[in-house]
T-cell receptor, first 112, second 115 residues
Framework: SQTIHQWPATLVQPVGSPLSLECTVE??????LYWYRQAAGRGLQLLFY??????ISSEVPQNLSASRPQDRQFILSSKKLLLSDSGFYLC???????????FGNGTRLTVT | AQSVTQLDSQVPVFEEAPVELRCNYS??????LFWYVQYPNQGLQLLLK??????LVESINGFEAEFNKSQTSFHLRKPSVHISDTAEYFC?????????????FGAGTILRVKS
């Protein structure tokens, strides 16, 4: 069966520090991969998605970047965090046009 | 672009009472709809989905949702809620994309079940 792992589960970082969140998927090949951010009371916002190794599409301009160095690995990064980067970050995978997305357990990031 | 409106940010209800969580989406030629549930500090779990066919879809834990094309709605219902149903519920619609699914989410509805 397919599984998705995200780490760390929680993270507290100072403003201006770098960020690296990692997501890996097991049990499937060539999945579409997604990073969403959830801010309190504002639902989920799609940040990045990827259809294959090295291919990244960004939905909104922001202080973050994403990379996909391997088929089942998706990384969210920042060189210098802002206070506004605080939130709950969720990685997800899916296949095909009618496939639901399957989410990881998320990373709660607090920028202080 | 697709959009989803969840009309209630919070819904308080007593245990064993019925509940309806409302969801409206922007119209499209073809649409795929989903309800997800999120428990505190966890990821989202798929509750049910409408892809085609019967407009009434059901989940294994007693929730159901009805796709209404004329009203562009996909409301979630349960005839009798339990304390364990307390969670945040998200409605989502698929955005057309040649490679797969991009889901657009509503702002979420917090269901609080009281004893």
């Amino acid at each position: 069966s397919q599984t998705i792992h995200q780490w760390p589960a929680t993270l507290v970082q100072p403003v201006g520090s770098p960020l690296s969140l990692e997501c890996t998927v097991e049990g499937t090949s060539n999945p579409n991969l997604y990073w969403y951010r959830q801010a309190a009371g504002r639902g989920l916002q799609l940040l990045f998605y990827s259809v294959g190794i090295g291919q990244i599409s960004s939905e909104v301009p922001q202080n973050l970047s994403a990379s996909r160095p391997q088929d089942r690995q998706f990384i969210l990064s920042s060189k210098k965090l802002l206070l506004s980067d605080s939130g709950f970050y969720l990685c997800a995978w899916g296949t095909g046009r009618v496939s639901p997305l399957h989410f990881g357990n998320g990373t709660r990031l607090t920028v202080t | 672009a697709q959009s989803v409106t969840q009309l209630d940010s919070q819904v308080p209800v007593f245990e064993e009472a019925p509940v309806e969580l409302r969801c409206n989406y922007s119209s499209s030629v073809s649409v795929y709809l989903f309800w997800y549930v999120q428990y505190p500090n966890q990821g989202l779990q798929l509750l049910l989905k409408y892809l085609s066919g019967s407009t009434l879809v059901e989940s294994i834990n007693g929730f159901e949702a009805e796709f209404n094309k004329s009203q562009t709605s996909f409301h979630l219902r349960k005839p009798s809620v339990h304390i364990s149903d307390t969670a945040e519920y998200f409605c989502a619609v698929s955005e057309e994309w040649e490679y797969g699914n991009k889901l657009v989410f509503g702002a979420g509805t917090i269901l609080r079940v009281k004893s």
